[in-house]
């Protein structure tokens, strides 16, 4: 039988999948756009659904994913110094929704309505936190609203994202809770044979 990994082991391994699948995501969104759509004023992130679920599984963890986003979809828009700061620290506004699963609690957050509202919140709060930024840097408050009509069409992706990850067992999920009871579901079969 082989070594089992130390849950602190687990956590770092989940988190550097994610943070690969971020980038990979981000990198692809940016270069599709591009190359086929260069002209449109809108634009596609997957930062905010992956971002949510991490924020299921792992909590404040999530924080480095956010920035994460908002710094490759910089760096491969050709972005300046003051766009990845909107962008990082921006996302990273999105962690008061993490205030809320803890208070609401994650098992109670993460299923039907109330994960995809949880999804859309995490977006619209990296929008605000963008849009807030940019104010502060100094941007013009007519320009504000952009924010978030040019990343309107992140919604749909986002509550599909979550729809399906809702789906597919564990995804969306706290991992320590997900661990527990796959470890006890283990426990169940292995008392009946």
């Not at 905010?48 to 991490?54: C, E, F, K, N, R």
């Not at 491969?76 to 699963?101: D, H, K, M, R």
Request: with cysteine.
């Amino acid at each position: 039988m082989g070594k089992r990994r130390t849950f602190g082991q687990y956590r770092r391994i989940d988190l550097a999948l994610f943070a690969l699948l971020v980038a990979v995501c981000e990198y692809v969104i940016v270069h599709a756009a591009n190359w086929w759509f260069p002209q449109q004023p809108f634009m596609v992130s997957l930062a905010a659904p992956l971002t949510a679920i991490v924020y299921m599984r792992w909590g404040w963890w999530g924080a480095i994913h956010a920035v994460e986003a908002g710094a490759v979809y910089c760096l491969f828009s050709g972005a300046t110094g003051e766009q990845y700061i909107i962008y990082c620290a921006g996302n990273l506004l999105s962690l008061p929704a993490v205030f809320l699963l803890k208070k609401a609690g994650k098992e109670k957050m993460r299923a039907g309505l109330c994960g995809l509202g949880f999804a859309a919140l995490v977006l619209f709060l990296m929008q605000a936190g963008r849009a807030l930024t940019a104010l502060a840097l100094g941007a013009a408050p007519a320009v504000l609203p952009r924010f978030f009509t040019t990343d309107s069409l992140s919604y749909i992706f986002t509550l599909v994202i979550i729809w399906i990850a809702q789906k597919l067992d564990g995804i969306y999920e706290d991992q320590k809770h997900y661990l527990l009871r796959t470890q006890s579901q283990e426990e169940e079969k292995g008392g009946q044979l």
